[in-house]
């Protein structure tokens, strides 16, 4: 570099300088000139006062022109100390060398080839801060093709590493605390490309007091190398890995005891590194090369593979670990070849279960347990809920829905009541579906009940081995007009078999619209009825709410109105007010209330567009006092009374009648 214009210059600062950097950035270097820009361009640039950042960049012995540029901007930025040592073969001397000379309170370890977000390192240090943090993760995010590695989306003052996602990235790009690193003795595995950080992370996480998750914010940038020369994607002697990460296991073997917990923690090591290199770099030896890496894996598989981590393993690793611990070496070359090739293909569904389309399913020649190819319980219904609305008295619900991999066969909308289900089925192609629901005929014919539903969608893939087992259109539960297969429950629907998966129905935005508002609607021989719909609270699933007497969720929420006079004691009064789906023969009719009396006024009601409508009345006289205005509508059987609010749209609207002169009352 000729210059300095490749560095962003420290900002201006105030007031007295720190004794002490709160964070101390290690960035282990090698052959990374190219990305350093980038990389310790985001710890310049970071909104954290510069004085309070330490940065310790150790180049491990780069062949490029890594040591030159870090040089360069070690003289444009006091607080950057560059370290050139001899190459040693991985991230962990380096990081260790950092650790060695750091003194910030906190430590931030950053690849050389990723980088930063602006504000990581001031939310980093500000959490720890406030909770007393010993471990503070931040948001990662991937970038160039490099995916992340778990998504934290929820901030938390302390997790659990049992009970969280935190445990599922051991790599060493967080915020420590440097006193709770030197209290246990924590460093990095040295001359290693893959894992030096997996006993590092692990130790760390099982001893931290207190370990934070900042989400808010994207706080590491995880970068793919545009030359795939990231150490995870390198071919490796996978022989000696496994053996090392036998070692690593052992360790954590040595920390928590055998039981649910560990079982937790190796679900994260089989998915990661047990049976991670058993697929493109296996298939790609030979016989022997092949031999070697299953006996180097099968201590592992026997060793830590028990029922509960085999069952929280997906199919195609199941399988894996079945094959490697079984000797099974014919097997598991066909089975990786399925997950590379185009196969496994779509699930068999087989009396009511899902199963992987592996090879050797229930092949007499090749028994291997149906319990490992089965994902029934695995997969969850995608579902989007993207329209809400009511045309006349019938709710239209638009939406899509499917279960991944398997598609859609049926799917029905489900209204839940104090443990009763009614049914209504949706028409349904290309993932997408539409359902009406009239509260009229929506119980086999009948009226809904009055009270509260719960909206949910049901999808089910079937057996096409069977015919699917329920009729079309709206239905009970609990009936059923076709002939009654023998030994069924009289009147109970026959199942379908299929994979059936149900979610409640959230709408996309939680604001509440008009088609949320409380609304008329006809209710069969019943008569017109109160409907609303609304969101529960917190999770905002979608409720059906059918009230007569419309006490939960009243008509007219924007009613309100103004009352004049004139200097001859006449009245003016008028009122607006939303009315979805009031009929056109509904009586509106402008009324007085005091707390014995009511007085019915003369009413003239304009209705304009969007269920708008309008009343006028004027009021020549009557009984002295003060009178709260009301609306009274009446529709069929259903009466309200709604009371109209001042134009501030808070307090009662009242009118004042004065007495007249040389009258009595």
Same mark, same amino acid.
């Given at each position: 570099m000729s210059d300095n214009s490749d560095h962003p210059a420290t900002g201006a600062h105030t007031g007295p300088a720190p004794t002490a950097p709160a964070v101390t950035v290690i960035v282990p270097v090698h052959n990374t000139r190219r990305y350093l820009d980038r990389s310790l361009g985001s710890v310049f640039t970071q909104t954290l006062d510069q004085r309070r950042i330490e940065i310790i960049a150790v180049d491990d012995g780069s062949t490029d022109d890594s040591a030159a540029w870090l040089e360069e901007a070690a003289r444009a930025h006091p607080n950057l100390t560059v370290v050139r040592q001899p190459a040693s073969g991985g991230a962990g001397r380096p990081r260790n060398v950092g650790l060695d000379r750091a003194t910030g309170e906190y430590v931030f370890f950053l690849d050389s080839d990723d980088h930063l977000g602006t504000e990581a390192l001031d939310r980093l240090v500000r959490t720890a801060e406030e909770h007393g943090s010993d471990i503070v993760y931040g948001r990662i995010v991937g970038a160039g093709g490099r995916g992340a590695p778990v998504d934290l989306r929820t901030s938390s003052a302390r997790v659990s590493v049992f009970d969280s996602p935190v445990y599922w990235t051991l790599a060493a790009y967080k915020l420590f605390r440097r006193s709770f690193i030197e209290e246990h003795r924590l460093r990095f595995v040295e001359g290693r490309l893959l894992g030096e950080d997996l006993p590092f992370g692990i130790a760390a996480l099982l001893r931290a007091g207190t370990v934070s998750v900042h989400a808010d914010y994207d706080?590491?940038?995880?970068?793919?190398?545009?030359?795939?020369?990231?150490?995870?994607?390198?071919?490796?002697?996978?022989?000696?890995?496994?053996?090392?990460?036998?070692?690593?296991?052992?360790?954590?073997?040595?920390?928590?005891?055998?039981?649910?917990?560990?079982?937790?923690?190796l679900v994260r090591h089989f998915h990661g590194e047990i049976l991670m290199p058993f697929a493109a770099a296996y298939l790609a030896r030979d016989e022997t090369g092949r031999r070697a890496m299953a006996d180097a894996a099968r201590p592992l598989v026997?060793?830590?593979? #028990?029922? @509960?981590?085999?069952? &929280?393993?997906? +199919?195609?690793? $199941?399988?894996?670990? /079945?094959?490697?611990?079984?000797? =099974?070496?014919?097997?598991?070359?066909?089975?990786?070849?399925?997950?590379?090739?185009?196969?496994?293909?779509?699930?068999?569904? #087989?009396? @009511?279960?899902?199963? &992987?389309?592996? +090879?050797?399913? $229930?092949?007499?020649? /090749?028994?291997?347990?149906?319990? =490992?190819?089965?994902?029934?319980?695995?997969?969850?219904?995608?579902?989007?809920?993207?329209?809400v609305a009511w045309v006349g008295g019938v709710l239209h619900l638009h939406g899509t829905a499917t279960l991944p991999t398997l598609g859609a066969d049926t799917v029905d909308i489900l209204l839940r009541r104090s443990g009763a289900q009614l049914t209504v089925r949706a028409d349904h192609a290309d993932g997408r579906w539409h359902a009406a629901l009239d509260p009229a005929t929506a119980a086999g014919g009948e009226p809904l009940a009055d009270g509260i539903w719960g909206l949910k969608v049901a999808v089910t893939a079937l057996d096409h081995g069977a015919p699917p087992a329920t009729p079309a259109g709206p239905r009970s539960e609990t009936s059923d007009e076709r002939p009654e297969a023998p030994g069924r429950r009289p009147g109970a629907r026959p199942e379908a078999s299929g994979v059936r998966r149900e979610a409640w129905?959230?709408?996309?935005?939680?604001?509440?619209?008009?088609?949320?508002?409380?609304?008329?609607?006809?209710?069969g021989p019943e008569g017109p009825t109160v409907a609303a719909l609304f969101l529960s609270t917190p999770h905002g699933h979608l409720h059906l709410d059918l009230d007569h007497d419309g006490a939960r969720r009243p008509l007219g929420a924007d009613l309100h109105g103004s009352a004049t006079r004139t200097r001859l004691g006449r009245a003016t009064l008028a009122a607006g007010l939303t009315l979805p789906g009031c009929p056109a023969d509904a009586d509106l009719q402008l009324i007085l209330r005091d707390a014995t009396r009511t007085v019915a006024l003369r009413t003239t009601v304009e209705r304009a567009a969007g269920d708008r409508y309008r009343a006028h009345s004027r009021f020549r006289g009557g009984p002295p006092g003060t009178w709260r205005v009301a609306l009274r509508l009446t529709v069929g059987a259903l009466r309200r009374e709604l009371p109209v609010r001042a134009p501030d749209g808070r307090t009662p609207l009242t009118l004042t009648v004065p007495r007249r002169p040389g009258r009595r009352g």
């Amino acid at each position: 570099m000729s210059d300095n214009s490749d560095h962003p210059a420290t900002g201006a600062h105030t007031g007295p300088a720190p004794t002490a950097p709160a964070v101390t950035v290690i960035v282990p270097v090698h052959n990374t000139r190219r990305y350093l820009d980038r990389s310790l361009g985001s710890v310049f640039t970071q909104t954290l006062d510069q004085r309070r950042i330490e940065i310790i960049a150790v180049d491990d012995g780069s062949t490029d022109d890594s040591a030159a540029w870090l040089e360069e901007a070690a003289r444009a930025h006091p607080n950057l100390t560059v370290v050139r040592q001899p190459a040693s073969g991985g991230a962990g001397r380096p990081r260790n060398v950092g650790l060695d000379r750091a003194t910030g309170e906190y430590v931030f370890f950053l690849d050389s080839d990723d980088h930063l977000g602006t504000e990581a390192l001031d939310r980093l240090v500000r959490t720890a801060e406030e909770h007393g943090s010993d471990i503070v993760y931040g948001r990662i995010v991937g970038a160039g093709g490099r995916g992340a590695p778990v998504d934290l989306r929820t901030s938390s003052a302390r997790v659990s590493v049992f009970d969280s996602p935190v445990y599922w990235t051991l790599a060493a790009y967080k915020l420590f605390r440097r006193s709770f690193i030197e209290e246990h003795r924590l460093r990095f595995v040295e001359g290693r490309l893959l894992g030096e950080d997996l006993p590092f992370g692990i130790a760390a996480l099982l001893r931290a007091g207190t370990v934070s998750v900042h989400a808010d914010y994207d706080c590491y940038y995880l970068h793919g190398r545009e030359d795939d020369s990231n150490a995870s994607r390198q071919d490796l002697d996978w022989p000696e890995y496994l053996g090392y990460i036998g070692t690593v296991l052992d360790g954590l073997a040595a920390e928590v005891p055998p039981g649910p917990d560990r079982d937790k923690l190796l679900v994260r090591h089989f998915h990661g590194e047990i049976l991670m290199p058993f697929a493109a770099a296996y298939l790609a030896r030979d016989e022997t090369g092949r031999r070697a890496m299953a006996d180097a894996a099968r201590p592992l598989v026997e060793r830590y593979l #028990t029922d @509960g981590v085999l069952a &929280a393993l997906p +199919p195609r690793l $199941r399988l894996r670990a /079945h094959c490697l611990r079984a000797g =099974l070496d014919t097997e598991l070359a066909a089975i990786l070849r399925a997950d590379t090739g185009t196969e496994p293909g779509p699930p068999r569904i #087989t009396e @009511g279960r899902a199963y &992987a389309a592996y +090879p050797y399913f $229930r092949d007499a020649d /090749h028994p291997i347990p149906d319990a =490992l190819y089965d994902l029934t319980d695995r997969i969850g219904i995608q579902q989007r809920l993207t329209g809400v609305a009511w045309v006349g008295g019938v709710l239209h619900l638009h939406g899509t829905a499917t279960l991944p991999t398997l598609g859609a066969d049926t799917v029905d909308i489900l209204l839940r009541r104090s443990g009763a289900q009614l049914t209504v089925r949706a028409d349904h192609a290309d993932g997408r579906w539409h359902a009406a629901l009239d509260p009229a005929t929506a119980a086999g014919g009948e009226p809904l009940a009055d009270g509260i539903w719960g909206l949910k969608v049901a999808v089910t893939a079937l057996d096409h081995g069977a015919p699917p087992a329920t009729p079309a259109g709206p239905r009970s539960e609990t009936s059923d007009e076709r002939p009654e297969a023998p030994g069924r429950r009289p009147g109970a629907r026959p199942e379908a078999s299929g994979v059936r998966r149900e979610a409640w129905l959230c709408p996309e935005t939680g604001e509440e619209g008009t088609d949320l508002a409380p609304r008329i609607i006809s209710h069969g021989p019943e008569g017109p009825t109160v409907a609303a719909l609304f969101l529960s609270t917190p999770h905002g699933h979608l409720h059906l709410d059918l009230d007569h007497d419309g006490a939960r969720r009243p008509l007219g929420a924007d009613l309100h109105g103004s009352a004049t006079r004139t200097r001859l004691g006449r009245a003016t009064l008028a009122a607006g007010l939303t009315l979805p789906g009031c009929p056109a023969d509904a009586d509106l009719q402008l009324i007085l209330r005091d707390a014995t009396r009511t007085v019915a006024l003369r009413t003239t009601v304009e209705r304009a567009a969007g269920d708008r409508y309008r009343a006028h009345s004027r009021f020549r006289g009557g009984p002295p006092g003060t009178w709260r205005v009301a609306l009274r509508l009446t529709v069929g059987a259903l009466r309200r009374e709604l009371p109209v609010r001042a134009p501030d749209g808070r307090t009662p609207l009242t009118l004042t009648v004065p007495r007249r002169p040389g009258r009595r009352g």
